[in-house]
C-alpha cells in the first residue's frame, strides 16, 4: 500500500536547494523538502562566546524560528511570547551540535559561525531540512574565508524515519505521518556513513531492537541520497571537502 | 543626475507580487520592491480581542518581523531578546491602522485578521512595502469568507519619499538613499487619492511647506502605479473592490 | 457652535509652565495643557550610547510614562506588567528625534541628555505637552553646562489638530474630541516655522489633501503660541537660543 | 547640637497634604513631607482577586513607584528594566499590609482597593510618607461608596526613627540621615496608639533593648502628630473614623 | 584498566531511593546515584492543560532544576536569569515524554501529574537519575488515586552510556567521565527491555553502527538493574505494575 | 493548654544541623526545624558587585527559594513565571542584610559570599531557620579563607514569635500557628543579646507596648538556644567567633 503521498516506505520527498537565495548573508540555501520550505543563513562574526575566548578556536551555534503562518492554524510569534519555546531550544541546540561535528573548530580559528534556519513552510522534518540546508550554507560561508586550512571534515545530513501501523517503517516523513506515527526518529550522520545524533522516541509507544535497526537502515539510505544533493549544489567546494574526509580516512 | 541605482527622482524600484506564496494562510503574497522581499500573510480568526467582544465588529492586527539576516549585519531575533523592538511596535501598529481605514470592520462581522509581514531581504522600504502587501494578502482572505457584503472599500498602498541634498524630493528610497535622506516621509493612501497615513520625520533637519507639498505630488504618483500593480494581481476581486469604491462615492 | 469646553475651533487651552518644578534634576517643568499635566525632566550623563562612542557627538534620548490614575480607569503599570507598551515606545521615539532636530549634537560633546516625560494628569495631547515640556526642559539643563558653543539652534513646541464631523478642523484636541475625531494629526515646528515631525492618521476614515492644508495652517498657529509661551518662561536662554536661530539663517 | 536642617531630634519636618490633587481617582492625595512628595491615589474597582472570590470580603493592594528625577541620579525606570526591585516590592507590600490593618475587609464588600504612590520627590522616608497619605487618599475613596457599615476601623500613619552616632535616637530622618544612620527603624502605628508594623534594622550594626524604647517613644509622638494632620484634611471623614474607633473600644 | 572511580566498564554506581522523602507530596523519592542526588516528587491536580479538556484523559509533565551549588562552582538560579535555559527545556521534555509512554493516560482520567526533579547534588546523569527516580514518585502518586483501572503499564529506568578513549563503551557516566567522553548516549527502557527513549550525540565527534550497538547492549543491563531496585521500594505496587505488564503481553 | 503540636509557649521545636551536607559548596548544612528542612550553602566567589569595586570591602549577598512541593500545595516555580515574588525578594534581602550585621566586610576583603537558602520543606518560618543555618554555612567557608584578620563579629540566628487568640505569646511558629496568629514577629539577634532585625506586623490586627515586650523577651530566649546549637556544631570554629566577640567588647 503506497503512502498518503504515493511515496514508496523507503522514498525521499522531492528535495531543491537554491543556493545564494539571499543578497547579504555569507552563505544562504533555500531547501525545499516536498511542501517543507526552510531558508538558512550562516553568518560569520570575528569573535566567539566569552567560554572561548583566547583559546584559538572558532564556534557555531544555530537559531530556528517558524513563520506564524508556517503551519496550518497560525502560531504565536516567540517574540510577542516574549520566550521561547522548549521545542525551539531543543531544536536550534541540536542543528548547532550537529555541525559541530564535521568542522574542526581550531581551523576555523577565533570567530563564530550563526546559523539561521528559518521555515517559511512546514510539512514535517523542520529540523532535519535545517540541518541539510544549514551545512550548505555554512560551507559556503567558510568556503569565502582565507583560512590556511580548510575546516570542514565531512558532509553531513538529516532525515527522520518512523514506524506507522499501517507502512511499517518509512523515510522521511510529512506532517500527516509525524502526526500518527507511533516511532519516531531523527538521524544526522557524516557522508562516510557515521552517526552524528540519533534521537528516536516513541511517546505512548514503545519500540524494540529490531524495528531499531530497521529504521537505522532506511534512515542511512535516505541520507546519503540527501548528501548526493548538496554535492551537486555545493561544486568545487563538495571537491574540496571530499579531499578532507579522504585525508582523514 | 539619476540616482544610485539608475532611476529617475520620480521613478519606484521594479515591482512584483507573487500571489499565493504559501500553501496554509487564507491569503499569502510575496512581495518585491527593488531588492526588498516581504511574506506577507492574512490569517482568518473567528473570535475579536477582548475590547470589541460582542459588538458585532472584526479586528484588524498585524505582527512585523525580520529574518536575522534580511540585513547587512545580522540582528539579534526579537525572540532571544526576549521583547520587541520600539521600531517594530511601531511599524506593525502602522500597518494594522492604515488596512482598518480600507475595511468596514461591520461588514467583516466578529473575526480578526491576523496580518503577518515577514521581511526576508531588507533594501529600504520594509514598512511600505509590508502594507502594500499586507493589503493584497487581506483582500485574498476576505475574498474567501462567506460575507453578506463585502468588506473592503478601496485600495491601499504605501510608499517612501524623502528629500537627499543631491537629487531634492526623490520617490522610493532604497536603503542607502534613506540611510543618507534629511527627511524621510512614509505615505499610505487609498485608490481615490485620499489620505490614510502621513509620517513625516526630519531627523537632525526639517522641511518647508513648499518641500512638504512637492513630496506629497512624488508620494501620489508612486501609491497609484502600486496599485495598479495590486489589480494586476487581484483580478475579479480587483473588479469587486472597485465596484465598492463607486458605490461609496 | 463653540466646542465642548467652550473653546472656539483654533483656540487652545490654556497652558502654564512651572520651571525648577523639581530640585534634583538639572532642568525640570511641570507643563499644564487644560487638564493635561506633564513633568518633564532633563538629565545629563557624561557619556553616550555604544553606537556613538568616539565620534564626539551627544546624543538625546526619552522616557514617557503615566501614573496609573493619570486617566479615568486605572491603567496597569507597565513595570509591572513587565514590558512597555507599543504607544509609549511610540511616543518616546517621537519626543527624542523630535529634540534632536535642534540640537546641535556636535556641541553637545559626548554627553546624553535623558528626557523624562512623566504624565501625572491625562486630557487629550500628552505627547505634544511632553514634547512642548521637553524643549523646555532640555534648554535649561544645557543652559546649565559649560560649553564651546551653544548647541540649541531653535525653538521646538508640537500640539494636535484634528477633523471633527461637528467642527472642521480643530486646534488642540482634548480627550473627548480626541476620541471622537475622524482625523487626528500631531505636529512639531520649530520657531522659525519649519516642519520637524508630521503624523497624520486617519483611522477607519480618510482625508484630502484640501483638509490637510487646513490642518497645518491651524497646527502652525497654535504651535507659534505655545513657542510665546516657551520664551517667557526661559528668560535670558530664550534669547540666546534666539541668537543662534539669527546666526543660522 | 540641631540636626543638618536645624530640627530638635524629636522634631518631623513640615507636613503639607493636598487632597483632590487629581481629578481622576475616587481619592487622591499629593503628601509633601519636608523635601520628600508622594502623589497617592486610590482607585476603586468592582472585584477581587482570585483568591477572595466568593468570600464577601474585600482587598487592598498597593503599588510604588519612584519617578526617575525623584532621586539626585537618575534611576533607571522599572517598566525598562522590565522587571521590580526587590526594594519595591518590599515597599508595596509593606504599604498594602499596613492598610488592612485598619480597614474591616469585610465591611467593605467584595471590591479591590487599588492604593499608587508615585514619589515624584524624594529626601529619605518616601515608604513612610507613602503609607501616611495612602491612608488619606484610601479613606477618601471609602467615604465615597455607599456601604451599609463604614469599613475604616481607626486612623494610621507612618515614620522612620533612627539612631545617628552625632544625635543619638532621631525623629523623621531625612536621605542624608538615613544614608549615615546606624539604625533605621520604621514604624507604622493607629491613632490609638496601636503597633501595625514595625521595622527596625542595623545593617553594619546592631541595638540594644534600651535603644529600641527611646526608639519607640519618639516614633509614637511623631506619628500622633501626623495622624492630627490627616484629621484635618478629612473634615468631616476624620469625624466618622473617630466614632468607628469610639465604637471599637 | 579500571575507570577512575574504581568501576568496571559495566558497573553502576550504587543506588538507594528513600521513599516517602518529604511530607507533602502524593510520592516523593530521594534517589543517589553515586554522588548525584535528585528529589522527585509527584503532584496530583485535578484538571488538565487546555488542548486536553473534555477529552477523558490525562497528562504527565515534568519541571527540572538544579540548586545553584549542586555543582562544582555555583550556577545563577533560572528564577534570576529570568527564564530557563535551553538544556533545561529539553531534559523536562524528556522526562514527561519518557513517563507518559508507560501510563495509560486515558485510565489515568482527566488529571495531571506534575514531576519535579530537584537535582541537590550533581555527578554526571543527572537527567537519567531524574527518569529513574520519578517513575517510583510517579507510580506511588498514582498508587493513592482510587482508579477504575491501573493506569501505569510497565516499570520504566534510564542510564547513560558513552564512549571513552581510555575504555571503550562505558555504563553510567560520573561528570569527569562525561566531560572526556566521545560520545554520549541516554537511553530510556522498560521493564520489558522496549525502547522509549534513545538520545546519542558525538559532540565534535561521530560513532559507527557497530559502536552503537555495543552501547545498547550496555545501557539494556544497566537499566535492567535499576528496575530491580525499583521493585524493591514500590512494594506492593511493583506487583501491580508487574501484573499490569502481564496482561499487555 | 498545650499548642496544636504538644510544645509549651516558650519551647522551640526540635532542631538539627548537618553540616558539610553536600560535596560541592565551601559550606553547607541541612538545618532542620521541626518539619522544616532548609539546605544552606554558602559559596565564595573572588569579586565584588560593581558598587564596591576597588574599595577594599567584601560583600554577602542571598538568595531563596522553595521546591514546588516544599508546600502542602504545589507552588509554580519562580524560573518558569519567569521572575520572582515580592515575598521571596524580601526574604532573601533579609537574609542577606542580617549576615552583613555580623561580618566585618572589610576584613572579608574583595570577595562575595554567596549564600543560597534552598527551602525542601516547609512547616513556617522558613525565613529565620534559613538565617540561623545561613550563618553556619557562611562560618565555614569563611573559615576556609586564609584571612589576615578573621570576619565574623558574633553569632546569629533568628526565630519568630507571634500572638495567638488561644495562647497568647508564643515561640517559634510553625505554619498552622502562622496562619491563625494574629501578630507574627520575626527577630534576628547576635550571641550578645543585641537586635539585627526586628519585624512585627499584625496584618488585620494590631498589637500593644506591652504585648511587643513580651514577644521581645520570649524570642530573645529562643534564639540563644538556637545559638548554642550553633556552637556545636561548628566546633573551633565557635572558639574563633568567641575570641572576636570577646575582643570587641
Redesign the interface.
Known sequence: MTRIDERATNELRPVQMEVDY????EG?VLITVG?TKV?C?A?V?DKVPPFLRGQGKGWITA?Y?M??????S?NR??????????????I??LIG?AL??VVD?EKLGERTL?I?C?V??ADGGTRTASITGAFVAMAMAIGKLELPAFPVTDFLAATSVGIDSEHGAILDLNYVEDSSAEVD?NLVM?G?G????????????????AQ?NEL?DLGESGIQQLIGKQKEVLGSLAQKIGEEVKSNL
Chains 1, 2, 3, 4, 5, 6 share one sequence.
Do not use: C, Y
Open positions: 539571499l543578497i547579504h548573508p544562504s511542501q531558508i543563513t553568518t562574526e537559531e524560528s513563520l506564524p503562518r508556517a503551519t496550518n497560525r510569534r516567540e517574540a510577542s511570547a516574549g520566550k521561547i519555546s522548549g521545542r525551539t531550544m531543543e536550534q541546540r551540535r559541530r561535528a573548530l550563526w539561521d528559518d517559511i513552510q526518529m557524516t562516510s557515521q552517526f552524528v545524533e540519533l534521537q528516536g522516541t516513541g511517546e505512548e509507544s514503545t519500540f524494540t531492537r531499531l537505522l
